[in-house]
């Protein structure tokens, strides 16, 4: 047990006062005044000594917690270079934008840009994309989630969150889910980019059809209007491909990455992009710039982290199955409460009939033992993410947890 983290209540209270109430408090009810101490694998250990499997943590996790190569290699980067001058080539910088510019599409996505979360590489692309076009205007998807900084907050469609900023977020348009949209969007003005997730994350684990996307895709080309794909969440292999837009023949302008591009250990994201978006710095190469992008212990552990994705696509396939199948028996056995699941790769989804019966839920599986991620611009839907590293006893003891906890709830509700 680590032993600066025994004191839970303490741990809660410090948080309720000194961060924000509202997360802390909710933190305190799915532990149950537990904290977390350690983890390995798929399971973390709580303060109190319960472990829980963590299918939730929004798809950080997807080689598990602390996989020992990554660990490895960030204790060696933290050895040689705990981090960068910024006036000296980094090495570890290098050989990451090396290999993810070999990685997705060597042909056309060239150059690279790092960050340390999802929102910075998001903001990048933006702000490039305005740039190279001259157009202070963007598309995005109803019900995208792009993230909460200014810029990705404007590309975001969540009414509750825009609406105290709202004055000051940037000109964005949010499309319906229709072919020609696009078309119908770009014929009213000029946009700079067309900003999607192939699969929405919080937004409820939508999967936009691929007809539509290659549809709206060459109505952006055609408008000299760029096209970027926020795989952030979906993509490095969590939905199947590792990046969905370039498996789908989209030929995007840049494929965004995050979440578990540090191995789950370090924060880190990337901007992978075509030669053409990237001119802004090509020109002025400090056009824009983040003090800790490409820091030497993040960027150790994208590498160690790309090395695991190219040895274990035969893990992947196997968890993929199971995952739809026992999803898929909760809304066979509790049709009026379980509206629909579904699952693409490893990215699981449970839409229930009311916001309500999505909390108690999360509760429920919490009290046995597994941890859920609920979408937050779809509360009905709880997202089901297990670690590629998942056993098939934690896959079968997370399937018996759900299936349970939905029982209790169903139990409450129709009370």
Known sequence: MTAHLDGAPTVLDSARHHLVPGVAERHRIIGAGAVEATANGAEVLLSNGRKVLDFGSYAVPLFGHRPPTVVEAVHRALDEMPTSTRLLANPYAARLATRLAQTLAPDRLTRVWLGLNGADVVEAALKLAIARTGHASALAVEGGFHGKSMGALALTSDPERRKPVQGFLGDVRHIPLE?????????????????FEPVQGEGGGRILPPEVLRQWSADARAAGTFVIADEIQCGLRRCGPMSVAVEAGLEPDAVLLGKPLGGGVMPLSAMVSTEDLYAPLLADPYFHTATFGGHPASCAAGLAALDLLDTMGDVFAA?????????????EEFPDMVAETRAVGLFGVLQFATEAQAGLTILEAGRRGLLLAQCLTAPTVLRVLPPVVTTQDQMKSAAKSLHAACQAVARRTSA
């Open 179 to 195: 072919p020609d949209a696009v078309a119908r969007a770009l014929a009213e003005r000029p946009a700079a980019a067309l900003v």
């Open 319 to 331: 968890h993929e199955a199971p995952l739809g199948q026992w999803l898929g028996a909760l809304h």
